[in-house]
């Protein structure tokens, strides 16, 4: 009998798994196996071996992925930035460029602005809110439109819809960036994206406790991206893979308790007067509210604010907090703060930092699990104090 599987929580759960059980283990077990014997394979990229992401922890992850965003296929990797790296560096040739948002993470920024060119690639840089200045950016060598799902650390909501048949308009692959959404909110191949990259590290594993990278999407262009990574070697240890797919089975609960938190405390910081500005799209005075509001099924846990005080008001607030961490990252079980200025941002020339808005002053909070009164009370109390 097929198991009903529509509800992507189900799916969270069931997808993927081994049919039977593998010696009745209700868990994936743990391939901890670097190669596997011969079975007669012909293609060296069907060989069962852990730099070709092809072992059994590998391939059922693979399939769950695929299966909670409705695509056809799917790759873990180390890393989001060997996610990205190894994308871009399938669909590109040298001479080749992509138009890319502008106000993206800032590993992916420093990927495109600098390591761009020692292979002969370009980048043009478009605000993914005005389509109509999109098409200044093409060129004939152009092959990929690279948006964020929410962008790091603003949290803008480009114009995803127009972005895709924009992209499929000019012959372009259209790849988002879903990390800050997750599949929970948005699944981007529902939407027309021909790939959706996520840094695994974050929700997906939901645990700060791995590494890990994860693209989504049309078949053919993952199995490219699987032999670009095979070369590149960005695989993702068995341990890991493990650790992710126990992770996963919890997104949906995880993420829509940090949904509704992240907008409990973004209401609060707006009404605060040491509060200047605060970026969440789950806001109604943010500028892409609307956009948010008819594309995604919730904000998600990440938003962004700024003191009156400055850098100064800054580091003292996030100083008294005695609940989030001041750390990098963010996606866990735990709240962590930090001022992207000082970290995902900090390889990010001032001048950039200061075009696309990212003052040395914003703070950037992702929210945890606590309890959403617990975090108020000591969000009130670090403001009072700084």
């Known amino acids: 009998?097929?198991?009903?599987?529509?509800?992507?929580?189900?799916?969270?759960?069931?997808?993927?798994?081994?049919?039977?059980?593998?010696?009745?283990?209700?868990?994936?077990?743990?391939?901890?196996?670097?190669?596997?014997?011969?079975?007669?394979?012909?293609?060296?990229?069907?060989?069962?071996?852990?730099?070709?992401?092809?072992?059994?922890?590998?391939?059922?992850?693979?399939?769950?992925?695929?299966?909670?965003?409705?695509?056809?296929?799917?790759?873990?990797?180390?890393?989001?930035?060997?996610?990205?790296?190894?994308?871009?560096?399938?669909?590109?040739?040298?001479?080749?460029?992509?138009?890319?948002?502008?106000?993206?993470?800032?590993?992916?920024?420093?990927?495109?602005?600098?390591?761009?060119?020692?292979?002969?690639?370009?980048?043009?840089?478009?605000?993914?809110?005005?389509?109509?200045?999109?098409?200044?950016?093409?060129?004939?060598?152009?092959?990929?439109?690279?948006?964020?799902?929410i962008s790091n650390p603003l949290m803008r909501v480009a114009d995803l819809r127009a972005a895709v048949s924009f992209a499929h308009a000019h012959g372009l692959i259209a790849i988002i960036d879903n990390t800050f959404a997750s599949p929970i909110n948005f699944r981007p191949a529902e939407a027309g994206f021909d790939l959706s990259i996520h840094s695994a590290t974050k929700y997906l594993g939901g645990h700060s406790d791995i590494v890990a990278g994860a693209i989504i999407g049309r078949a053919d262009l993952i199995g490219r991206i699987s032999r670009t990574a095979a070369r590149l070697g960005g695989s993702l240890d068995p341990h890991a893979c493990f650790l992710m797919h126990r992770g996963m089975k919890t997104l949906g609960v995880r993420v829509r308790h940090q949904n509704q938190t992240a907008g409990a405390v973004a209401r609060f910081l707006a009404g605060h007067a040491k509060v200047s500005r605060v970026n969440y799209p789950g806001l109604e005075s943010h500028p892409d509210h609307a956009r948010a509001r008819e594309l995604f099924d919730g904000c998600g846990g990440m938003l962004s604010f700024e003191l009156r005080g400055g850098v100064g008001a800054a580091d003292a607030f996030i100083a008294n907090l005695t609940l989030p961490i001041s750390a990098p990252s963010l996606g866990g079980v735990e709240s962590l703060i930090t001022r992207p200025a000082t970290t995902s941002h900090s390889g990010m020339p001032r001048e950039e930092r200061d075009r696309a808005g990212i003052s040395d002053g914003l703070i950037r909070l992702s929210i945890g699990l606590e309890a959403v009164d617990d975090l108020l009370e000591d969000l009130a109390a670090a403001l009072e104090a700084c």
């Open 1 to 149: 009998m097929k198991r009903p599987m529509r509800g992507i929580d189900t799916r969270l759960i069931h997808a993927g798994e081994p049919d039977p059980l593998i010696e009745g283990a209700v868990s994936m077990p743990i391939f901890q196996s670097s190669t596997f014997a011969y079975r007669g394979e012909t293609d060296y990229h069907a060989l069962r071996y852990i730099r070709l992401s092809n072992t059994p922890n590998h391939d059922a992850l693979h399939r769950k992925l695929a299966a909670i965003e409705n695509a056809e296929a799917a790759l873990v990797l180390a890393s989001g930035m060997a996610a990205i790296t190894a994308t871009l560096m399938t669909l590109m040739d040298t001479g080749d460029r992509m138009i890319a948002q502008d106000c993206l993470y800032g590993g992916t920024h420093d990927l495109m602005r600098h390591e761009f060119q020692r292979f002969g690639l370009g980048v043009d840089f478009v605000d993914g809110g005005a389509p109509e200045t999109w098409p200044r950016a093409l060129t004939p060598k152009t092959r990929a439109f690279h948006v964020e799902t």
